[in-house]
């Protein structure tokens, strides 16, 4: 079974702080993603990965940045978080090619103070 | 509307009952994936049909794709509380291969 893992399942930090979150996933993917997920608006897609230390930007990549050095490990980086950063955050991966079937993470509940 | 788009928002049945849940898309789609969460954890693959495929079934899941009306649905048979999740469609696009996520439809089997 495709396994996805996140560092942290809950996450709190200060207004202003550096955050990270990391994603590691075992089995292959080329793929991999970041979501957020707030209440009524559904998930929606910070950036994704289709290759090591490539990137694109998804629908609200404002304010976050990513880093894949490794084609297991997809990480999110906050540079300067902010209380409207406090969501549910989801990884995910995929093959590469149809049907982009997503394996996904158990997610990390931040909370920005 | 946007792409993806689930219906109902919520839904409260008895278990034992089926539960349906619609899905409505905009553009051409490749396939069209449904996805459970379980409260605060991440999504799981339940099923996927692919946009020459009408009908699918696994375990007690059934789901259904109209392409002319652009609509599929997720009919579980036989609900029992462990249903009780939010569902999401996830439409792959044919013209970049992007896979759009609807906001979900949050069921709740009760006993």
């Known amino acids: 079974d495709v396994k996805v893992t996140q560092s942290s399942r809950y996450l709190v930090k200060r207004t202003g702080e550096k955050v990270f979150l990391e994603c590691v996933q075992d089995?292959?993917?080329?793929?991999m993603f970041w979501y957020r997920q707030d209440p009524g608006l559904g998930l929606r897609l910070i950036y994704f990965s289709y290759d090591v230390k490539m990137k694109e930007k998804g629908d609200i990549p404002e304010g976050y940045s990513v880093s894949r050095e490794k084609k297991e490990r997809f990480s999110l980086i906050l540079e300067s978080a902010s209380t409207n950063q406090t969501s549910m955050y989801l990884c995910?991966?995929?093959?590469?090619?149809?049907?982009?079937?997503?394996?996904f993470g158990p997610g990390t509940r931040l909370t920005v103070l | 509307s946007q792409q993806g788009e689930e219906d109902p928002q919520a839904l409260s049945i008895q278990e034992g009952e089926n539960a349906t849940m619609n899905c409505s898309y905009k553009?051409?789609?490749?396939?069209l994936q449904w996805y459970r969460q379980n409260s605060g954890r991440g999504l799981v693959h339940l099923i996927l049909i692919r946009s020459n495929e009408r009908e699918k079934h696994s375990g007690r899941l059934r789901v259904t794709l109209d392409t002319s009306k652009k609509s599929s649905s997720l009919l579980i048979t036989a609900s029992r509380a462990a249903d009780t999740a939010s569902y999401f469609c996830a439409s792959v696009l044919n013209r970049d291969d992007k896979i759009i996520f609807g906001k979900g439809t949050r069921l709740h089997i009760l006993p």
């Open positions: 995910a991966s995929s093959l590469t090619g149809l049907p982009y079937t997503q394996y």
């Open positions: 553009t051409s789609i490749n396939n």
């Open positions: 089995m292959d993917h080329e793929n």
